[in-house]
């Protein structure tokens, strides 16, 4: 039995949740329903501008770490943060849940804990403003091989691939991992995200990946089509298993020829902040507990409806209750 079920990779990040209008979006230049990066001034400007708000530690692959965790899952997490107070938070708050967090904290770097502001619209719809901080400069000294080398499955980022070192800092962990027998799951994080890096992506899909997280937008801008179907079958010749949610729509699992399509959970949205995280979450646990793909889909799709039902990126339920609710274990 290896160490770890799962090991994640990403960005460390604090997410700053604010109910923000239409309105706000426009005045401050911001994206709906996208992630935007900022620098730090543009950080500091927009969190004295947003209203009253809530800071919980957040990162995309973190929730997802975090996610398993709290099902009981053994997993460890690599992300980048500051020695200060930000950073203090996100490294207790991982640990909590039960993940290992090793990561050497950055002491003297000019840039501070990494930070998103996310602007939570009345529909729920969540749009990211982020400063990546010192979690950007995660290279390859942080990663551990024997920490990859001891795990079942690693985690990857998507929107890691914005760091100047993170592409070899990737390359490691999977060569790494993959030596020993791990298998590779990634998550395509932003449809802007894989326009940055669509080749990179393609490369890591075609030739490292077992596991592929995306959602519609991302899949479509990652096979550059409007044709939803023609996506996922081209994704499903890259990889041996795609997991793909469409929003109220559910989400689609292909894998060896099949494909099953997994009816969301029907849920008040609150906040779609964590969404995909969780669905991760839900899915990898059970591929690590040995249940069929569409049983995997379906822990995914309960899991994101937990998440989305209030603020914040992660769960508040306990999952694996919610799982025996809907017969899944």
Known sequence: MKTYQVVGIGNAMVDVLASASEEFLTEHGIGKGVMQLIDKGRAVDLYAHVGPSREISGGSAANTISGIAQLGGRTAYVGKVKDDQLGAIFAHDLRAQGA???TPMAGTSE?????CIVCVTSDGERSMSTYL??????GPDDIDEGMMAAAEWIYLEGYRFDGPASHEAFAKAIRACKSAGGKVSITLSDPFCV?????AFRRLLSEE????????AELLSMYQTDDFQAALTAAAADVAIVACTEGENGAHVLSDGQHWHIPAVPTQIADATGAGDLFAAGFLWGVTQGHDLEACGRMGC???SEVISHIGARPEADLKALFAHHGLV
Do not use: K, P
């Open 209 to 216: 990946a077992d596991l592929l997280f995306a959602n519609r």
């Open 111 to 115: 840039q501070e804990t990494g930070r």
């Open 133 to 138: 901080g010192v979690s950007e400069f995660l």
């Open 302 to 304: 309960v899991a994101a």
């Open 195 to 199: 326009e940055r890096h669509r080749d």
């Open 100 to 102: 290992t967090y090793e």
